[in-house]
């Protein structure tokens, strides 16, 4: 028997299936892996739902199961670190302290390493000759931001699932590109390729695809597998 539950942290957000018979020890370990919330510093609540945030349990004894706690189905296992000043979590999405490098438009317009400049001198977009050949119509593609979906593996029998972040087209490449946060770090990005951000996701979490290797429809988060000396 496993329950469905939300996990959050200050940097993270997932749906999870978790047996109820495993230690609040043991789920500590698991947390750490998709939280980056070390263990030592894990303090866990359990919260009514994600529209209701009454907390209904602290998980301060780790000898106990979570069943002990009344996990239920749809529940949030809510994670805070104690000391986010060793481990920087909550930091790395904080930019208040990061300085603003700006540009007035004149001297971004003096520039020659910027895209403007770019698409000046290759003749892109404005910039290019009226009678030239119109960029050719690109198809329609069907893959909403946001549903769940399954990307097409060249192992046999490994399922990469995740979410839908972006689609359209993209700076890397010609087309249209599908960028996929995937469940697991099966990735090869943050969202980012050469420098230009599409999305956001933890490192190795993103991925870019063509739209006829995912499929969208109801694919669950898996559920975490434990190790028989874990149970």
């Known amino acids: 028997?496993?329950?469905n539950v939300f996990?959050?942290?200050a940097d993270t957000h997932s749906e999870r299936r978790i047996d109820p018979h495993i230690s609040v020890e043991q789920l500590k370990g698991k947390l750490e892996l998709i939280t980056g919330v070390p263990v030592a510093n894990q303090a866990?609540?359990?919260l009514a739902s994600e529209s209701d945030p009454r907390v209904l349990a602290e998980l301060n004894d780790d000898s106990k199961p979570l069943g002990f706690y009344g996990?239920?189905?749809?529940?949030?296992?809510?994670?805070?670190?104690?000391?986010?000043?060793s481990s920087l979590t909550g930091q790395l999405t904080d930019v208040t302290q990061v300085d603003k490098f700006e540009l007035s438009d004149a001297e971004y317009a003096q520039r020659q390493d910027t895209v403007l400049a770019y698409k000046q001198r290759n003749k892109i977009g404005r910039f290019a000759p009226q009678n030239s050949t119109p960029e050719p119509?690109?198809?329609?593609v069907n893959v909403p931001i946001g549903s769940r979906c399954e990307v097409e593996s060249a192992e046999a029998g490994l399922s990469k699932r995740g979410t839908v972040r972006f689609c359209g087209p993209t700076k890397f490449s010609q087309g249209t590109?599908?960028?996929?946060?995937?469940?697991?770090?099966?990735g090869k990005n943050d969202g980012s390729v050469q420098g230009e951000r599409y999305f956001s996701c933890r490192p190795n979490y993103?991925?870019?695809v063509k739209p006829e290797k995912v499929k969208v429809g109801d694919y669950p988060v898996e559920e975490l597998e434990f190790e028989d000396e874990e149970m």
């Open 7 to 9: 996990v959050i942290s």
């Open 1 to 3: 028997m496993v329950v």
């Open 206 to 208: 993103g991925v870019f």
């Open 71 to 85: 996990l239920a189905d749809w529940q949030v296992i809510k994670v805070v670190d104690t000391n986010p000043a």
């Open 137 to 140: 119509e690109r198809p329609s």
């Open 177 to 186: 590109w599908v960028g996929v946060e995937y469940d697991e770090p099966f």
């Open 44 to 46: 866990i609540s359990i």
